[in-house]
């Protein structure tokens, strides 16, 4: 994930149905699981701290003195705990926070926000995700540069360095585990050497993990500059090139969603898009309104969501009394679009909010939250019966 430029905030119509789970367009505009995943039964979101990192601690990597945690980012979850990423001030290339300290810091936690461990890991860690096989949990450090992860297995820590020197010429970001592989996606391409957007750097990596040589090999998964299909209705299944600069968070769609079920999707933050691939060779485009960070669709209709505020040093839960299974949540980020102001937020680009993304237009819809003040950053589902509610869907956000 990246975070923003400058926080300065207190704190056609008749497209073919496609292997990749797109439904035609026709199909689209009438299907009961896209007006599902639109709409909602009166639905009342609220937003509750239960992790704030002014109360926890850890030892500052140059001074040794105990401080406070600050700026969450990553959010996962395994095996009835959740697991985020505290950067503590760290540079996007691992350069040391004001008073000295490199280490991030993971904590594990309980649904209510009990901790349970934590381990600080040199660098500023950005992905952060558990295999959904194994409970190994794997974090990228750096994402613009000198970048590699790291493996949390059995509450050991073991640090992986990467095979060569990236291709992309950048660092790494978030990873998602799909039909085998682990897919790691290639942040801030062109950081040295030539910039982006460029055809010759890989957009994503599948990466293989030696425990015995403790390296990571990368192999390019497909291009920044692959073709793909679009995905929007105004212009679905018309080819087109990508010309991607800001790889950055992904997600596996879950088979609840209206569309692009089970594929692995990338967003190219700056850039306003995502990418869904059913396999590598076969992409598919949806241009967004907003730049987004994570992308969250609840795991059952009384599911909880949670959500790191990266400037309040906070996570957090929103809570509702539905959350219907196929609606994607996302963090909404104006001030990481490629277009915004150096000093931001400004007019135009208000800070991080909470949105629902339409996945067949693109267009982001602001989801109105009572309780604390929450700018998202990093979103995870967690919990909640995935049976069905009593009641279909009425319209209302």
């Given at each position: 994930m990246r975070t923003s430029k400058t926080q300065v905030m207190a704190a056609a119509a008749a497209a073919a149905v496609t292997?990749?789970?797109?439904?035609?367009?026709?199909t689209a505009l009438t299907s009961p699981a896209h007006a599902a995943a639109l709409q909602q039964d009166g639905p009342s979101y609220s937003v509750k701290t239960i992790l704030n990192g002014a109360n926890l601690r850890h030892a500052n990597s140059r001074t040794g003195k105990r401080e406070a945690l600050t700026k969450p980012d990553d959010i996962t979850q395994y095996g009835g705990n959740l697991y985020t990423a505290f950067q503590n001030g760290v540079g996007p290339q691992g350069q040391p926070a004001p008073d000295g300290n490199r280490d991030s810091t993971i904590v594990e936690f309980t649904p209510g926000g009990s901790v349970v461990a934590q381990w600080d890991v040199t660098g500023k860690v950005d992905g952060l995700t558990a295999n959904p096989d194994t409970g190994d949990v794997i974090a990228t450090v750096n994402e613009d540069l000198h970048s590699s992860l790291y493996d949390i297995t059995g509450g050991t820590?073991?640090?992986?360095?990467?095979?060569?020197?990236?291709?992309?010429?950048?660092?790494?970001?978030?990873?998602?585990?799909?039909?085998?592989?682990?897919?790691?996606s290639a942040s801030a391409p062109g950081t040295t050497g030539a910039s982006a957007p460029n055809a010759a750097y890989p957009a994503v990596?599948?990466?293989?993990?030696?425990?015995?040589t403790h390296v990571a090999t990368v192999e390019p998964y497909y291009g920044d500059g692959?073709?793909?299909?679009?995905?929007?209705?105004?212009?679905?299944?018309?080819?087109?090139?990508?010309?991607l600069t800001d790889p950055d968070s992904s997600e596996i769609v879950p088979s609840a969603a209206p569309r692009f079920r089970g594929d692995f999707m990338l967003n190219s933050q700056g850039d306003l898009e995502l990418i869904f691939s059913s396999v590598h060779s076969s992409l598919w485009v949806l241009k967004i309104q907003q730049s987004i960070d994570d992308t969250a669709w609840p795991t059952g209709w009384n599911s909880t969501l949670y959500a790191t505020d990266n400037a309040a040093d906070t996570v957090n839960t929103v809570d509702s009394k539905l959350f219907w299974p196929g609606r994607a949540f996302v963090a909404v980020t104006p001030c990481n679009a490629n277009t915004a102001p150096a000093t931001c937020p400004g007019p135009g680009y208000p800070a991080n909010y909470l949105g629902v993304l339409d996945m067949f237009t693109g267009k982001i819809v602001p989801v109105d939250l009572h309780g604390h003040a929450l700018h998202p950053q990093g979103l995870v589902f967690f919990g909640g019966n995935s049976g069905s509610p009593t009641s279909a869907p009425t319209p209302g956000i």
């Open positions: 292997a990749a789970g797109l439904l035609t367009a026709t820590v073991v640090h992986y360095r990467y095979n060569e020197a990236l291709p992309h010429h950048g660092g790494t970001d978030a990873i998602s585990f799909f039909r085998g592989h682990m897919l790691i990596y599948s990466v293989t993990l030696n425990s015995a692959a073709s793909a299909h679009q995905a929007n209705l105004d212009h679905v299944g018309e080819r087109t090139t990508l010309a």
